[in-house]
């Protein structure tokens, strides 16, 4: 493992500009672009939401990205440290401690998720249909693939960042592209295919509301990976050498593409087949296995899909895994494989409840917090939801007005020396990106914010209508909605 001139000890690093870059987007590609992206789209009116989606991940996402990347380097440590070292005996620590806290708790649900995608690929393999609201509900099948996918993401992670996560990101991302491209070849040329792509390119203003914007800029951090601390952690494994600026921009191009591809994979399909486009979080689970049941050697392409599906997500559980083991071994490195082991069983088993929350018991199932029912769910919105808002508000409170741009800046232009040069009427890349981070951020985050604690819902007249999902449902909350949403 190559240890940088400035690094105080053995953390490890990123072996390449390439590495990083693999890494990150790994971390970033993930269930949010493939399962998470088109439902939102579908739901929220398709082509309008993706324009806006747009300017959210460049306008929002890319500038507080930057902020991660920044502190991580500058710092060369993980959340909690960051701030303790860029700014010692300030609040801004809890901060890093809620960025472990979202990374843990989202990995415990999300490794449920994961676990579905692999058994929907075993699923296709085989030839073996599987009802999803069944299956979920099914705990003595969800738990142990749950546990197989908790397994592996250990084995990656305690393999160590330039021998686990750098090089398995380099292997699996290419394969998860090609796996894209080849279903996105066979939904395109379906019979009826232009029904849907005219849904997706075609935008619609009218469809653009205040709640649009909101989903859209909730679905760009959950998809960038920013917001969690993760971004800090990775960028402290960034060598000075490399460019923060556009290595973050070749992150976020990627996670872009994925998930704009994901559009071209799911809804030539679901348009070919008369499908509903708003069929919610149950349209990967639900819908598409009906669209690959009517192809010809469906299978074979609903095989890919979900293998796809379990790649993206296991690129992005390790990426979880990978901050509060970051946090245990930064001053002991020797001890990455134990911090990795027990953190990962700590997470299986903190995650039992969300896998038992879809039928597999009552409990589980039923139980209420904050207008949401179900374990799965409750955590979703507490930790996927809330936490990430308030961790991304604080972050750029802490980066514009506290450690301020200025050390910001200078860690940045490291490795890119003309983000300080003036460029347009004398403005300099640095000055515009240190004006978002201090005053758009804050704002636009903090009506996110609102929105989330569901101040917005009380003016609204009519309730948002209900995802037409295409089953009965065992629990109170369809399944589907069990499963949605790890976002606002
Ligand atoms: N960005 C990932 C996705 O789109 C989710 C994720 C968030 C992964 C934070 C790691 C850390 O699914």
């Given at each position: 493992m190559s240890i940088s001139a400035s690094s105080d000890d053995d953390r490890g690093q990123w072996g390449s500009k390439l590495g990083f870059i693999m890494a990150a987007a790994g971390s970033a590609v993930g269930l949010g672009n493939i399962w998470r992206f088109p439902y939102v789209t579908g739901e929220n009116g398709g082509a309008a939401f993706v324009l806006v989606y747009l300017v959210c991940v460049f306008l929002i996402g890319v500038p507080l990205l930057y902020v991660e990347l920044a502190l991580g380097r500058a710092s060369g440590r993980n959340p909690v440290g960051a701030f303790q070292k860029t700014k010692p005996g300030t609040p801004f620590m809890f901060t890093g401690i809620l960025c472990l806290m979202a990374c843990f708790f989202v990995l415990t649900y999300y490794g449920v998720i994961a676990g579905w995608t692999i058994s929907f690929a075993w699923s296709q393999i085989t030839q073996t249909p599987l009802v999803f609201s069944e299956y979920i509900a099914k705990p003595g099948t969800v738990l142990p693939v749950f546990a197989g996918f908790i397994a592996l993401t250990i084995w990656i992670v305690s393999a160590g960042v330039e021998k686990g996560i750098e090089k398995w990101s380099k292997i699996l991302m290419p394969v998860l592209f090609v796996m894209m491209l080849v279903i996105i070849g066979r939904s395109l040329t379906l019979e009826g295919a232009s029904k849907g792509i005219s849904y997706y390119l075609n935008p619609d203003f009218s469809k653009i509301d205040g709640k649009v914007v909101l989903m859209a800029l909730g679905q760009a951090f959950f998809s960038l990976s920013v917001g969690w601390g993760l971004m800090i952690t990775y960028g402290s494994y960034m060598p000075k050498s490399q460019n923060i600026v556009s290595n973050g921009l070749w992150v976020a191009s990627a996670d872009t593409l994925v998930a704009i591809l994901a559009g071209f994979m799911v809804f030539p399909a679901v348009f070919a087949f008369g499908m509903d486009p708003g069929a919610g979080p149950g349209l990967t689970f639900v819908t598409l296995p009906k669209v690959f049941a009517q192809m010809t050697a469906g299978w074979v392409f609903g095989a890919i899909f979900f293998c796809l599906l379990s790649v993206a997500a296991v690129t992005s559980s390790i990426s979880m895994l990978e901050v509060p083991v970051s946090y245990f071994v930064d001053d002991k490195p020797k001890a990455r494989k134990k911090a990795a082991i027990m953190v990962g069983i700590f997470a299986f088993l903190i995650g039992i409840p969300s896998a038992m929350a879809n039928g597999g018991s009552e409990f589980f199932s039923n139980m209420e917090l904050m207008g949401k029912t179900g374990f799965l769910d409750i955590m979703d919105q507490v930790f996927g939801t809330l936490c990430l808002i308030v961790i991304s508000l604080s972050l750029s409170i802490y980066v514009g007005w506290i450690w301020k741009t200025e050390p910001a800046v200078k860690e940045i232009s490291?490795?890119?020396?003309?983000?300080?040069q003036p460029m347009v009427a004398g403005i300099s890349p640095a000055q515009i990106w240190a004006f978002f981070v201090k005053y758009i951020c804050p704002v636009v985050i903090s009506l996110v914010l609102v929105n989330a604690l569901g101040l917005f819902d009380k003016e609204s007249p009519e309730p948002a209508p209900k995802p037409k999902t295409e089953q009965a449902v065992?629990?109170?909350?369809s399944p589907e909605d069990n499963a949605s949403s790890p976002s606002q």
């Amino acid at each position: 493992m190559s240890i940088s001139a400035s690094s105080d000890d053995d953390r490890g690093q990123w072996g390449s500009k390439l590495g990083f870059i693999m890494a990150a987007a790994g971390s970033a590609v993930g269930l949010g672009n493939i399962w998470r992206f088109p439902y939102v789209t579908g739901e929220n009116g398709g082509a309008a939401f993706v324009l806006v989606y747009l300017v959210c991940v460049f306008l929002i996402g890319v500038p507080l990205l930057y902020v991660e990347l920044a502190l991580g380097r500058a710092s060369g440590r993980n959340p909690v440290g960051a701030f303790q070292k860029t700014k010692p005996g300030t609040p801004f620590m809890f901060t890093g401690i809620l960025c472990l806290m979202a990374c843990f708790f989202v990995l415990t649900y999300y490794g449920v998720i994961a676990g579905w995608t692999i058994s929907f690929a075993w699923s296709q393999i085989t030839q073996t249909p599987l009802v999803f609201s069944e299956y979920i509900a099914k705990p003595g099948t969800v738990l142990p693939v749950f546990a197989g996918f908790i397994a592996l993401t250990i084995w990656i992670v305690s393999a160590g960042v330039e021998k686990g996560i750098e090089k398995w990101s380099k292997i699996l991302m290419p394969v998860l592209f090609v796996m894209m491209l080849v279903i996105i070849g066979r939904s395109l040329t379906l019979e009826g295919a232009s029904k849907g792509i005219s849904y997706y390119l075609n935008p619609d203003f009218s469809k653009i509301d205040g709640k649009v914007v909101l989903m859209a800029l909730g679905q760009a951090f959950f998809s960038l990976s920013v917001g969690w601390g993760l971004m800090i952690t990775y960028g402290s494994y960034m060598p000075k050498s490399q460019n923060i600026v556009s290595n973050g921009l070749w992150v976020a191009s990627a996670d872009t593409l994925v998930a704009i591809l994901a559009g071209f994979m799911v809804f030539p399909a679901v348009f070919a087949f008369g499908m509903d486009p708003g069929a919610g979080p149950g349209l990967t689970f639900v819908t598409l296995p009906k669209v690959f049941a009517q192809m010809t050697a469906g299978w074979v392409f609903g095989a890919i899909f979900f293998c796809l599906l379990s790649v993206a997500a296991v690129t992005s559980s390790i990426s979880m895994l990978e901050v509060p083991v970051s946090y245990f071994v930064d001053d002991k490195p020797k001890a990455r494989k134990k911090a990795a082991i027990m953190v990962g069983i700590f997470a299986f088993l903190i995650g039992i409840p969300s896998a038992m929350a879809n039928g597999g018991s009552e409990f589980f199932s039923n139980m209420e917090l904050m207008g949401k029912t179900g374990f799965l769910d409750i955590m979703d919105q507490v930790f996927g939801t809330l936490c990430l808002i308030v961790i991304s508000l604080s972050l750029s409170i802490y980066v514009g007005w506290i450690w301020k741009t200025e050390p910001a800046v200078k860690e940045i232009s490291e490795g890119c020396p003309w983000f300080t040069q003036p460029m347009v009427a004398g403005i300099s890349p640095a000055q515009i990106w240190a004006f978002f981070v201090k005053y758009i951020c804050p704002v636009v985050i903090s009506l996110v914010l609102v929105n989330a604690l569901g101040l917005f819902d009380k003016e609204s007249p009519e309730p948002a209508p209900k995802p037409k999902t295409e089953q009965a449902v065992p629990t109170q909350t369809s399944p589907e909605d069990n499963a949605s949403s790890p976002s606002q």
